[in-house]
Every structure is written in structure tokens, then in C-alpha cells.
């Protein structure tokens, strides 16, 4: 979005001690940060321990942590009922997490309505839904503990235009019965909210989508210990051959830049977990790549438009410095491979006619990426910050930008800003909104 | 291509294809060549050559004067070419010369004798074309060089490299590389110093879309984003000192690149044509698409675009060109916008000038750059946009050649009467969009021979307006006054004929002005914004550059000879009766005197009918005619109390009319300041306007007068009384543009008296300017709709004394 704002989220709800766990803390304790579970959560997982459903097989790690006996009454009290949704209705995508409790217990179990049951039968063992729901498989968080809980957080995306689909099911599936609430971030939340009351009869709890967003993204970083690391950088960014995704420790993050590439992009300056502006947007983001690869070559996927990207030569479609000065503008140290016109060369008709469509895809995707380097990078400046973390769908398997990204990054600043990256890239606003249902802030 | 001159039938151009069919149009300085184009007929069509199908050079109007072209600046950038050339320009000038003494007697009994001259002047041109028909121009260049010694041509831009050996072969003129950058900020800062109203800021939906900027004195530092192909930022810090801070790829390059594989649309102007005519609502994903209605906790509004294209990205569904050229415009414009915006912030300039091909003038571009900066700085930075946008580096690479001529010397100005270049026109566009206000005239540049440089006296020359009324913002003044000129062009015509009594072409080349001068009004009505800020100065200056375009330089001579042989034989008397008044009598009779002089003025429509039917309408009779007092406006009691006080050191006396007014108004005042110890510095103009008195005049005048009067003879022989052109030739005054040598002058004496008599440079102009010493605005309003205007009738007196607030009570 092309605005400035400042957003300054509200301390009061945040001045629990609880609220504001350290790094530490919260890795050590692969918990929910500044969650008010966070301590009592542990006696109700040793209860669910003790008593596995049949099937559930609790971590054994988890139930080797030592932890003090709270009351399990009150965390119950608290606690809102299955099942757990965080939703994220963007531009282009929606995205849902879906925290599945692996710790039922038979009481639960036989307890548990029919319809939760169905959901959670219906979400985990498939990974497609409909023609364009799909699960991210391999970003799923196993034996997660959640409020207490312990299960595995599901990530789903589809997009947005097949939200009436969506709502559709939740009719059908009686979701309005099991009273719970949907907590929802992102534009859709405000757009559709009428919808989802008239179609589905469900309230939508709206929470606001830079919160969530930043919510989100420390919350999955401090979470994240085994596996691949949630935060990595590309070493060697400008030697293609030797450039290598490596994981990188986010601590002490503050102050960073917050890079959410969406169907448009929001830069957020992040100085603590309560405190940050959004510094500027800019249009030009994900959507624009999609929408106008679709309009050149034809494409209608996203998937099918990096596919292409991939295979094709953006030199042909762009105007090199080279083009023009016949090498490097040395005087301002412009090397001749720099791009001096995006499309520049498609002012030729015999160009245009030469091109292939895949040339044109990447040349979209690096036009587009540049340019959100390029506003990044004066925004890190204007701000004196120099970590930058990119999310949001469009790096989603484009690693073509991200490395493109980190290259731009580090040629443009002289080595003095770092790109980095979170694995969870577009899921965060939806982490945001799930944290939001377990602990109001 | 898609430059036009102006769009005519293609039968009219003729299809001459081929070298050998692309003749020379003629010597420019032959008046039979000067035909207007939209004139032509069959047989000036004849003359019209069609370089390919659709490139058709009118000779008369486009490369104008490219005979004599002295130096060539090409300024070669990713898509287009800007030529600019200097050519010496012959043209006639008028002369006073004193008759021999000892001849005087026999000769006639006139005072001076007047004589038309030829005249070389320095005039700068200019031109684009795509690099598509680089090949075909400088075919044509090099067939119509014939008096050219140059031997080098500057060349600058990206393509300098790409075309110096196209450019060495087809012009046989060694190519000279100059740096793009430097070029570029050369160019800016001669515009910026050089041309009034240059830089203007764009509002769509104001009442004035172009508000034109005065000349700062200091222009530094400030922000260049240039558009061409990409984007490039400088940030400019002195003359000398600049530094390319950043730029973008996404630039001009990128809407016609990007726009022509979406739309199918091979031009540039017919990209910018469609978006004019689009919706990116249908494109772009906004806001409220996202939320249904605003962002209300960031303060995004609903219709704020949230993801450009955003709505294209699916396969079934259709866009319109339209649509798709108006998005890609919005998306390009916001993005330079906002990278301008950060480079702004970062280096903290609030100046920010916005140039290149991208621009050109285009309402639609301007807006959307405008939105952008408007709302990424919340108003804090202002969009500038500059005229000459697309020529900083050809200027800039023109003045690198010209350094041996040591540019900075002298001052431009821009000739209103001529443009060499092409309009941008597609020919598929309807013609009447050609009245767009976003289109300027590329005028040529005239070097003056002077420099020019701001009065020092000006209490704040960062905000001082000569011109009394905008007439691009009063819309009923405007009316006025465009009515106004267009009436009196009869007699305008009918008086340059009378001037020239004995050449008999001077019919035909009179009505060749009048065509030339009824056309620019005409333009001016539907493009208030052609060539600036529009005026009653700029009208009248456009007229005496037409006028000087059509080798009338100076209409009034014999008439303003005719009347200064009758005011001076009539002076002696005048003395005499002021000298035989008491004291507060007569400084009231001189200021009467002035005043009554002033109504000799055929530059007013009411005046020059009266002198025409009634040639005996006399001093006596002006005095009658005059408003008693109180007048319209009235401090003659605080000017009379003030003469009662210590003497001024120095008055400087911006002079009006010749004849009754000179003579018999203004030298009887001077003298009663001189015989009270003040000095004074008459300044005239320095080239013919009206009926205004030139310096040439004045000069002889005064020595004549001189030689009836001790007390003027003394004030020239002691040097307490000095004649100084104005550097103007126009019936209006610009206090910040006046001959160095003046404001020199006016600053060594410790001037603490400005003088500024008549309408055209006390009313017209300089009404509301705000001196820092003492002046005194001296005029009678000739005009009734200007006197209705002012709350007074016909003949209403504006008599405005004003002191600076601290001076006041030492004066009194």
C-alpha cells in the first residue's frame, strides 16, 4: 500500500510482565512469548501426558521438561474451544493457520462434537482443498505447544477470490455451531466480514493486520528451534555459483526493517515488540508481478509465472547501462550491467518481437524486485537501520528474488545493509491472528 | 513519426521521399520565407518536405534559421534526440543618429535622423525527433548547413556514444563528447537563472493548473530527478558541485516499453493519450478492494492503489488499454515519486525539479507526479516542473561548446515570436487536443548583448512579481485583454505599414504579423500557459517580437521623432512658467506636468484614438483632462512633505513615453531634482517599444535640451544627471531583470529614489512591488476597464509615494 503511516501499537494491554517475554526465554521454552499460558500450559500438557489419546504420542521431549504445576482450571477457563484458526485475508491470498491438538484425551475426545472432528479430520489429511486450497506441508510446526496445548500448527493458503467456496463449506460443516470465535486480520477481514456473517453466521473478530503481522513473525522466530532455521540470509550474494542460503540467528532484532511483500508491500520500522511505524508501501509488489505477467504472457498462476521467470533473460527485455554508454557510467559508478531502463528495450518494435515470454516474466519479476530493494534500501537509510527482514507471499518459492533481493541489498549499501528472510514468509499476519484468539491483547 | 508540426490533411504534404527532393526552404532572412505554415495552400505545401510518410518539415517553421547555424549541441537520450543549435539571426534595428551640427539648418528642422539597420544577434534553437529518423534529420541538417565554420558538434545524452559515427559521417563535423550529468545540471541551471517562469508548480484542479515560479536569485541547492529512459537524482549543490545521489530503472523507458507490449501501441504520446482516457480503478487493486473501504488506523484512504495491476492477475478476463496504459502511468508516476521523496528526505532539499522526456508537459504525468510527492511528503515538497524539461542537456552541452564565448556574460531571453521545434502530435489525434494546456511552445532564446541582474533596491527579490495580475489565474482579465490586443491589431498593423512608407512588400509583411500575432492570441485563449506565466506584459512583448520577427523594428520612429521636434520647441516655455511659480505651486504644477505627459501614449487604446483623430489634442488639453484631486490613488501631501525635508542623494526615473511626456513632463521634474542636489539616473529602454523613448532618443534629446537649460547642461557635465538603458525593450519594466551596468550605477550613487512613471511599468507592472528605499509610482490610467478595475474611471491618477517602514519618519 502507498502510504506512510505511524502505528504505534497500544502498551497498556502489553505492560504484563508476561507480555514482553525476552529471546531467551520463550527459546528455551518453545512457548507461546508473552503468552499468559506460557507457565501454566506445561501442567496441562504433563495432564494430557499422562493420559494420551490413543494414536497421540506426546513429544517426549516436551514431557521431560520440567516445569511447575499451575492451575489447569483456570487455564481450561480461559482457554478458548477448538478449534484454533488464525486468518489472514489479504489482496490475492487468504491464509489460514490451524493449530491441531495432538494432546486429546479420550474424555476429550468422546466429548469432542462431531463437527470439530470433521474440521480437523477435513484439514490434516489432506494437503489440497478444492482446486486451490493447498497446505504448506513443510512448513509445519510439529509439537507445538500452544495455551497449554500441544499439536501441530497447520499452514493453508487459497486465494481470496474463492473465499465464498470457503465460507461455503464452513455452512456446510456447521462451523457457526461450535461458537467459536474466528479471529481475522488483513483487508478481507473488514470487506468480507458481512459474509462471513450472512453466508457462514460467524463473527469475525478483526484485528488489525500490521499488529498481527509483527506479532506473528516474533512469535514463529522464537518458536523455531529444530529444523531448518526460520531466519536465514544468502552469503555470498554476488557470486551466483557460491551464493548459499545460510541460517541466521535473529537476536536482539531490534530495530529492524519489516519488508511485507504481499500483493503490495507495507515497510514497517520495528523497534520493539510494541513499537513500530510503518514507514511507507509502495504498489508495486507481488499482485503487479502476477498481474502483469498474466497480462504478458498469458499465465494465470503465480507458480506459473515464476516458472517462466526462471527460463527466461530479463537482458533482453531491459536496457542495460551498457546499452547506452557502451560499458559503465563510471563517473557515478554505475556498472554497465545495471538495469537503466526496466522494458527499456520494448520501446523497439523489432524488440518486442523478439522476446519470448519468459524473457518478459523475469524481466517483470526483476523490475519488480529492484524496485522494492530500491525503496527498502532508502527507507533503512532515512531510518539508520540496517537489518531488513523480508516476508509476505511473493518470496514464496522465488528464490530468484531473494537472492536478487540480497544482492541489491548488499551491492547498493556497499556491504552495509543484510536482506534476511524467515521461512514462514506469508504466514505471519495469520500467526498474528491465531496468538490474538489465544491471548487479547 | 509522430511529430508534427501541426496536424493538416496528409494531402496536403507532399510526398517528396528522398534526398534530392528535401530543398533548401529559402534564406530565412528573405521576408517571402517567413510564410505562416497554416496558410499554406497548394503552393506553400509545394515547399513542405515529407521526409517518409509521415515526418513532414515545414521549411519556414521547423530548423529555422539553421543557414546560419554557429554551433550544434545534440542531445541523444534512449529514445529521443534534442538538438539545439545557435544561429546568427539578421534583422533590422531602428538607429537615431544626431545631425551634424553645422548640416542641421540645411538638412530639415528635425532633431536626429533615423535610419533601419541590419542587425546580427545570437539566437538559440531548438528541436527533437525520435532516434528512429536520427538518419533522415541529419540528412537534412547537413543539405541546409551552408554558412556554418563550425567544425565540431557537442554531443551528450547516452547515445552520444552509440551515434558519433553516424553523427561524423552524415555532418562532417568532429563529434565532441561532453558528460551527460554536467550537461544536464548546465542546462538546469541556465533555465532556472535565465528564463522567468520557468519552473512552475502543476495543480489539476485549481483555477490556475500552472503556477510559474520567479527567477530565484539563489536557485541553490535543489533536487533534479531527470526522466528520461531510466531515472536518474542529483541532488545540485552550487554551479560546479553536483552529485548523482540515485535514480531508478522504472522510468520513461518503462511506460513505453511496458505500455507497448500491453496495448499494442507503438507510440509514446499515444500511450500517454490513452491513459488520459483510462481508469486504473479497473486494474489496480485499491484499498477498498482489499478492505471494502479504508485502512482507517494507518489513514490509507479506500481509493489509495494498494497493488498496482493488482486486478489483472487472472487469465479470463479482458483489460482495456485505456485501463492498462492509465495504471502503468500511475504505478511509474507514484514510484518516481516516492524514490524522489526519500532521496529529498535523506538529503534534506525541499526543491524538487522534475525534467526529461517522461514529462513533456503532459497534464496527466504532471498530476500523477504531483499526487505522489503531495502525499509520500504531506505537502512538505513541491513537485517543480520546468518548461525547457527535455532541453537541459542540450542547453547544457550547447553552453559547454559556447564557453569560449563566455556564456555567463551575457543574459537570455525567450523570443516569443518564434518556436523552431516540432509540436508533439500524434496524427491520429483529434487536432482540437491540441489545445491541452500541457503542451508549451519550445521558444527560441535570444542572447542579449547585456547582462541582466536584479535591482538592488528590492525589498525581497525572492518574492517579487513584476506583474500586477496573472492573467492565467483571472480568467475576465484574460478575457479582457486578449480582446483588447486582438482590436488594436489593426491599427498595430496599420502603423508598422505607415512606417515604412517607401518599401512596398511591407503590406504583405504586415499582414504576415498580424496573421503571426492574431494566432498566438488565439493560442493563448485556449493555452493561457503557451509560453509561461501570461500577462499584460507577455502580450505586449510578444507583439513587439513579432513586430521585430517581421522587420518592423521600430513602428513609431518617425512619430516619436514628429512629437519630440514639437515637445522641444516648446520646453523653454514650460521652464519658464514652472520657475515663475512659488515653491509648493510648482513642485504640484511638475507633478501635474508628469502626469499630464503621460497621457501622450499610443501604446493606450483610448489615448491612441484620441491622438489619431485629433493630432492637435495638446498638453494644456491633457492637463484639463486630468482627474482633480483627490486621485484615485492620492499621497502627493505625504510626497510634498517629504520634499520639504533633506534632499535625496540619488533618483533612479524609469521613463515612459517620448515626446510631451520626456520632454515636457519627466525633464522639468529631473531638473527640479537636480537644481535640489539629487542626482539622477534616467533609465530608458534600450531597444524601440511603443512609443517609449529609447535610450538612443533620450540621448540626444538631452543634449539638445542641454543646450537650452544650465541647469540639465551642468547635471550632464558634472555627472549628477545620468542616462542609462534599461536592458528592456518592452513597454513594461522586470525589476529583476535590468543591464548590469545599470543596477551598478544605481548602486554605487546610493540611489534612495525610484521613480517609475506610466502604466505598462508602474500599473501593469510593479504596482505592488516593495522597494527598500523611497519610491514613487507615477501613472494615468488610460484604460477604463482597468480603471473600472480599480474603483476610477478614464484619466484616473494613481499617485502612490510609499517609504520603507523605517525610513518614514526621517523622511517626514
Known amino acids: 500500500m502507498a502510504s506512510n503511516g505511524h502505528h504505534q501499537r497500544d502498551d497498556d494491554s502489553a505492560d504484563d510482565e508476561d507480555e514482553t517475554p525476552t529471546k531467551k526465554q520463550t527459546r528455551s521454552n518453545k512457548d507461546v512469548p508473552g503468552s499468559g499460558c506460557l507457565l501454566r500450559s506445561e501442567a496441562d500438557k504433563e ?25 489447569s482450571d483456570s487455564v481450561k477457563k480461559s482457554r478458548p474451544p477448538f478449534p484454533w484458526f488464525g486468518m489472514d485475508i489479504g489482496g490475492t491470498l487468504v491464509k489460514l493457520v490451524y493449530f491441531e491438538p495432538r494432546d486429546i484425551t479420550a474424555e476429550e475426545e468422546q466429548e469432542e462434537v462431531e463437527n470439530l472432528k470433521s474440521i480437523r479430520r477435513y484439514l490434516t489429511s489432506n494437503t489440497a482443498y478444492g482446486t486451490t486450497g493447498i497446505r504448506d506441508v513443510h512448513l509445519e510446526l510439529r509439537e507445538l505447544t500452544l495455551c497449554g496445548r500441544t499439536g501441530n500448527l497447520h499452514f493453508i493458503r487459497f486465494p481470496t477470490h474463492d ?11 456447521h462451523f457457526s455451531s461450535l461458537h467459536t470465535s474466528l479471529c481475522a486480520t488483513g483487508g478481507g477481514a473488514y470487506k468480507f466480514e458481512a459474509d462471513f456473517r450472512t453466508m457462514a453466521d460467524l463473527q469475525l473478530h478483526k484485528l488489525d493486520e500490521l499488529d498481527c503481522l509483527i506479532r506473528g513473525v516474533l512469535y514463529i522466530d522464537a518458536v523455531v528451534s529444530s529444523g531448518p532455521s526460520e531466519c536465514y540470509y544468502f552469503e555470498n550474494p554476488a557470486e ?11 537476536e536482539n532484532p531490534y530495530p529492524l526493517l519489516l519488508v511485507n511483500i504481499g500483493s503490495g508491500v507495507s515497510i514497517m520500522a520495528v523497534y520493539s515488540e510494541n513499537n513500530y511505524k510503518r514507514v511507507t508501501g509502495t504498489s508495486l509488489g ?9 497480462l504478458l504472457t498469458g499465465c494465470s498462476t503465480f507458480e506459473e509465472a515464476l516458472q517462466m521467470a526462471s527460463q527466461g533473460e530479463s537482458t533482453r527485455v531491459d536496457k542495460l547501462v551498457r546499452d547506452i554508454y557502451g560499458g559503465d557510467y563510471e563517473r557515478f559508478g554505475l556498472p554497465g550491467w545495471a538495469v537503466a531502463s526496466s522494458f527499456g528495450n520494448m520501446m523497439s518494435k523489432e524488440k518486442r518481437e523478439s522476446v519470448s515470454k519468459e524473457d518478459l516474466a523475469r524481466a517483470t519479476l526483476v523490475t519488480i524486485t529492484n524496485n522494492i530493494g530500491s525503496i527498502t534500501r532508502m527507507c533503512a537509510l532515512n531510518e539508520n537501520i540496517e537489518r531488513v527482514v523480508f516476508v509476505g507471499n511473493f518470496l514464496r518459492v522465488n528464490t530468484l528474488s531473494m537472492k536478487l533481493l540480497a544482492y541489491a541489498m548488499d551491492y547498493w549499501s556497499k556491504g552495509q545493509l543484510k536482506a534476511l528472510f524467515l521461512r514462514h514468509e506469508g504466514y505471519f499476519g495469520a500467526v498474528g491472528a491465531l496468538l490474538e484468539l489465544l491471548h487479547p491483547s | 513519426m509522430y511529430l508534427f508540426l501541426r496536424p493538416r490533411p ?10 534530392a527532393d528535401v530543398r533548401l526552404p529559402g534564406n530565412v532572412s528573405t521576408p517571402s520565407t517567413m510564410a505562416e505554415c497554416s496558410q499554406a495552400d497548394g503552393g506553400v505545401a509545394s515547399r513542405h518536405h515529407t521526409m517518409d510518410k509521415s515526418i513532414t518539415l515545414p521549411p519556414d517553421e521547423i530548423f529555422r534559421n539553421l543557414e546560419n547555424a554557429k554551433r550544434f549541441a545534440i542531445d541523444i537520450g534512449g529514445s529521443l534526440t534534442k538538438l539545439a543549435y545557435y544561429s546568427t539571426v539578421q534583422h533590422k534595428v531602428a538607429k537615431v ?19 533601419v539597420q541590419e542587425e546580427v544577434t545570437a539566437r538559440l534553437h531548438f528541436i527533437k525527433f525520435e532516434n528512429a529518423y536520427i538518419e533522415t534529420c541529419l540528412d537534412f541538417i547537413k543539405d541546409h548547413l551552408v554558412n556554418t565554420d563550425t567544425k565540431v558538434i557537442k554531443a551528450t545524452g547516452g547515445g552520444a556514444h552509440k551515434f558519433k559515427e553516424l553523427l561524423e559521417r552524415k555532418l562532417r563535423l568532429k563529434v565532441d563528447k561532453e558528460d551527460e550529468m554536467t550537461c544536464l545540471i548546465k542546462g538546469c541551471n541556465f533555465v532556472l537563472r535565465n528564463i522567468p517562469h520557468e519552473a512552475f508548480v502543476y495543480a489539476k484542479h485549481a483555477d490556475s493548473e500552472f503556477r510559474f515560479q520567479t527567477t530565484q536569485p539563489d536557485i541553490f541547492p535543489y533536487l533534479l530527478v531527470n526522466i528520461g529512459s531510466g531515472v536518474s537524482i542529483v541532488k545540485v549543490e552550487s554551479e560546479d558541485k553536483f552529485e548523482r545521489i540515485g535514480g531508478s530503472s522504472i522510468g520513461g523507458g518503462t511506460f513505453w516499453g511496458l505500455g507497448a507490449l500491453l496495448t499494442k501501441t507503438k507510440r509514446f504520446d499515444e500511450l500517454l493519450q490513452l491513459a488520459s482516457k483510462g481508469q486504473h480503478t479497473n486494474v489496480d487493486m485499491l484499498v477498498k478492494d482489499i478492505y471494502g473501504g479504508s485502512y482507517g488506523s494507518l489513514g490509507l484512504t479506500g481509493d489509495l492503489i494498494a497493488s498496482s495491476f493488482g486486478k489483472s492477475a487472472t487469465a479470463d478476463k479482458e483489460f482495456s488499454k485505456e485501463d492498462m496504459a492509465k495504471s502503468l502511468l500511475h504505478m511509474i508516476s507514484n514510484d518516481i515519486g516516492q524514490l524522489a521523496c526519500l532521496y529529498a528526505k535523506l538529503h534534506q532539499l525541499s526543491r524538487v525539479y522534475f525534467g526529461g522526456f517522461f514529462i513533456r508537459g503532459h497534464p496527466v504525468t504532471m498530476h500523477t507526479i504531483t499526487y505522489s510527492i503531495n502525499f509520500f511528503t504531506k505537502g512538505e515538497v513541491q513537485a517543480l516542473f520546468l518548461r525547457h524539461e527535455g532541453y537541459l542537456g542540450a542547453i547544457g552541452a550547447f553552453l559547454k561548446g559556447a564557453e569560449e564565448d563566455n556564456p555567463n556574460q551575457y543574459s537570455w531571453g525567450e523570443n516569443y515570436a518564434g518556436s523552431s521545434g516540432l509540436m508533439s502530435i500524434s496524427p491520429e489525434m483529434n487536432p482540437m487536443q491540441r489545445a491541452r494546456s500541457g503542451t508549451f511552445d519550445m521558444l527560441e532564446m535570444d542572447r542579449l548583448e547585456r547582462q541582466l541582474v536584479n535591482l538592488h533596491l528590492l525589498q525581497d527579490p525572492s518574492s517579487y512579481i513584476p506583474d500586477t495580475v496573472d492573467l492565467t489565474e483571472d480568467a475576465p482579465a484574460r478575457e479582457y485583454w486578449l480582446d483588447c490586443f486582438e482590436e488594436a491589431l489593426d491599427g498595430v498593423v496599420k502603423r508598422a505599414v505607415a512606417s515604412q512608407p517607401d518599401m512596398a512588400e511591407s503590406v504583405e509583411r504586415a499582414e504576415k504579423f498580424r496573421h503571426k500575432y492574431r494566432h498566438k492570441l488565439q493560442t493563448l485563449r485556449h493555452q493561457p500557459f503557451a509560453y509561461g506565466s501570461l500577462t499584460v506584459r507577455s502580450l505586449l512583448d510578444t507583439r513587439e517580437h513579432c513586430l521585430n ?20 520647441k516648446y520646453y523653454r516655455k514650460a521652464v519658464r512658467c514652472l520657475e515663475s511659480l512659488e515653491w509648493e505651486q510648482r513642485q504640484f504644477a511638475l507633478v501635474r506636468g508628469v502626469l499630464a505627459g503621460n497621457v501622450f501614449d499610443w501604446g493606450a487604446k483610448a489615448v491612441s484614438d484620441v491622438l489619431e483623430s485629433d493630432p492637435e489634442f495638446g498638453f494644456e488639453e491633457a492637463k484639463r483632462q486630468l482627474e482633480e484631486r483627490p486621485w484615485l490613488v492620492d499621497s502627493y501631501d505625504q510626497w510634498l512633505q517629504r520634499l520639504k525635508g533633506r534632499p535625496h542623494k540619488c533618483a533612479l526615473f524609469f521613463v515612459d513615453n517620448s515626446g510631451v511626456d520626456i520632454i515636457l513632463g519627466v525633464m522639468p521634474f529631473v531638473r527640479e531634482l537636480l537644481a535640489r542636489g539629487t542626482e539622477v539616473v534616467l533609465a530608458s529602454n534600450s531597444g524601440p517599444a511603443l512609443n517609449d523613448v529609447t535610450n538612443g532618443e533620450l540621448q540626444i534629446l538631452t543634449e539638445r535640451i542641454a543646450a537650452m537649460d544650465p541647469v540639465i547642461q551642468a547635471g550632464l557635465r558634472d555627472d549628477r544627471l545620468t542616462l542609462i538603458p534599461s536592458g528592456s525593450s518592452s513597454p513594461c519594466l522586470d525589476l529583476s531583470r535590468l543591464d548590469k551596468v545599470l543596477a551598478m550605477v544605481v548602486r554605487e550613487r546610493h540611489t534612495d529614489l525610484v521613480i517609475i512613471e506610466g502604466m505598462g511599468r508602474a500599473i501593469h507592472t510593479n504596482y505592488y512591488a516593495t522597494l527598500s528605499c523611497e519610491s514613487l509610482k507615477m501613472a494615468v490610467i488610460k484604460n477604463s476597464w482597468l480603471a473600472d478595475r480599480l474603483g476610477g474611471k478614464l484619466f484616473s491618477v494613481v499617485f502612490k509615494y510609499e517609504a520603507p517602514a523605517a525610513d518614514a519618519d526621517v523622511a517626514v
Open chain 1, 47 to 71: 495432564a494430557a501426558a499422562a493420559d494420551p489419546p490413543a494414536g497421540h504420542t506426546p513429544s517426549p521431549r516436551r514431557a521431560s521438561d520440567a516445569m511447575p504445576r499451575l492451575r
Open chain 1, 240 to 250: 551466483p555459483e557460491r551464493c548459499v542460503q545460510r541460517p541466521y540467528a535473529l
Open chain 2, 97 to 115: 543618429r544626431s545631425f551634424d551640427h553645422s548640416a542641421k539648418e540645411a538638412a530639415s528642422d528635425k532633431l536626429y535622423e533615423i535610419s
Open chain 1, 163 to 173: 473465499l465464498p467456496a470457503f465460507l461455503q463449506m464452513g455452512r456446510n460443516k
Open chain 2, 10 to 19: 496528409p494531402t496536403r504534404a507532399c510526398s517528396l521521399i528522398g534526398p
Open chain 1, 286 to 294: 507481488g499482485g503487479t508481478f502476477l498481474g502483469l505477467c498474466c
Open chain 2, 549 to 568: 520577427e517581421f522587420n518592423f523594428p521600430d513602428p513609431y520612429s518617425k512619430i516619436k521623432q514628429k512629437e519630440n521636434d514639437g515637445a522641444l
